[in-house]
């Protein structure tokens, strides 16, 4: 046993992003052979059980306090440092420690494994508030709104999912961006988001396409950019191009990118559902944008875009392309919260060529950039 767990242990460390996944799917397929029936039926109904612990867990500040520790913290410690319980803080802790979250070292003592430096990473934690805070409710709505809809697909982005799960008329940015504390974690989970993957812009050729682009011309219009951190992205890329860069946003996350983009950013606030007021731009960067919208509103989106276009402007959409068959477990974990949030879609090749011949645009080129994550870049021209 301890030969073959070394090996594998051996074949992840080598292994690249996509020999990795597969090899995760694999380890997994063999714990789901290995099951008994009450083990599966045991994993599937504490899965929210799990993560309200760690829930818990990050409003205690409990992973940071155990990996900031040289030594293994006791419960007592940790008690009479946030004024908790010890018998309630030991019981949650056991849990995480029996889930392999952080790791048990003698009787009421806790040690740190690679899943809790994980957990403490504050852009991981900010998704896990959004996820646990957030999405959770639309989860937990869904089955209800499908038989009650009749099992269609949903497509109402005013009573979709997110609207009957919290009882509201509003779409659901204006409900995130309507409380700070929801806005701040949603804008900053934006940063872990696909955080680990390749960037496209080391992939699409950005330097190639817009070699001498006059200087005063806007070059980069990142449009609902959120707090910037694709922006970023591209000045640290690209720092010599010529043109002008544009964060474009609602007004919470336009001041949230302050402290994210360069100063010769342009930060403004944009609605995209209103016309583009920057003409003529080389790239209009929407990443994850159209994900969060149904068919209908994409093409709005993209109507408003199209007039400021001129022949050399592209749509440059930064989304998953979804294969056609034996799409992964991530991709169709985003397409269905999608589904949950704001009753859109990820889609596939031949779905973004629709969107664009809607508004009488044509897919120029893809370019795939995160093997095994379907990310890819659609540049959409006149
Ligand atoms: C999924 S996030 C993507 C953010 C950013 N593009 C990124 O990839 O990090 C969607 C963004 O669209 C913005 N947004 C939503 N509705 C908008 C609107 N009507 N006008 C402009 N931005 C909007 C949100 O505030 C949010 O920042």
Redesign the pocket.
């Known amino acids: 046993m301890e030969s073959l767990i070394a090996k594998i242990q051996q074949e992840a460390a080598s292994a690249n992003y996509v020999e990795r996944k597969k090899l995760l799917d694999t380890l997994r397929d063999l714990q789901y052979s290995i099951e008994a029936p009450e083990e599966a039926m045991q994993r599937v109904i504490h899965m929210n059980l799990h993560f309200a612990s760690i829930r818990t867990a990050l409003d205690l500040n409990l992973f940071n306090d155990i990996i900031d520790s040289a030594e293994p913290l006791t419960v007592d410690h940790l008690a009479a440092k946030h004024s908790a319980d010890p018998l309630l803080l030991v019981r949650i802790l056991r849990y995480l420690a029996s889930l392999g979250v952080i790791k048990e070292t003698g009787r009421d003592t806790f040690t740190s494994t690679p899943y809790t430096y994980n957990l403490a990473k504050p852009e991981i934690q900010a998704g896990l508030y959004v996820y646990f805070d957030m999405c959770n409710q639309t989860f937990a709505e869904m089955p209800r709104y499908l038989k009650e809809t009749g099992y269609k697909n949903p497509t109402s982005f005013t009573d979709g999912i997110f609207q009957r799960a919290y009882k509201t008329d509003l ?1 659901t ?1 204006a409900w ?2 309507g409380d700070p504390v929801r806005s701040a974690h ?2 900053h989970f ?2 872990a ?1 696909r955080g680990s993957q390749a960037k496209c812009f080391g992939f699409y050729p950005f330097d190639e396409e817009s070699k001498g682009w006059p200087s005063e011309k806007p070059l980069f219009v ?6 910037g ?2 922006t970023a992205a591209f000045k640290e890329q690209f720092p010599n191009l010529p043109g002008r860069v544009v964060l ?3 007004p ?2 336009v001041e949230d990118a302050k402290s994210v983009v360069p100063e010769d950013v342009e930060r403004m606030v ?4 209103g016309p583009q007021p920057i003409k003529g731009a080389k790239y209009y960067y ?4 159209l ?2 919208h149904t068919d209908e509103n994409s093409i709005k989106i993209l109507s408003n875009l199209v007039p400021a276009m001129d022949k050399d402007s592209l749509i440059l959409l ?1 989304e998953m392309v979804l294969p056609s068959e034996h799409v992964d477990e991530a991709s169709t974990q985003m397409d269905l919260t999608m589904m949950t949030f704001h009753s859109s879609m990820e889609r596939s090749e031949e779905q973004w060529a629709k969107l664009a011949a809607a508004v009488g645009l044509k897919i120029k080129k893809v370019v795939m950039y995160a093997p095994g994550f379907n990310l890819g870049v659609v540049a959409c021209g006149l």
Do not use: C, S, T, W
């Open positions: 779409h940015f995130v961006h949603f804008n934006m940063k988001q990142d449009v609902g950019g959120g707090a951190y694709q474009q946003d609602l919470e996350p944009h609605n995209f559902f929407l990443r994850m944008i994900h969060d930064d």
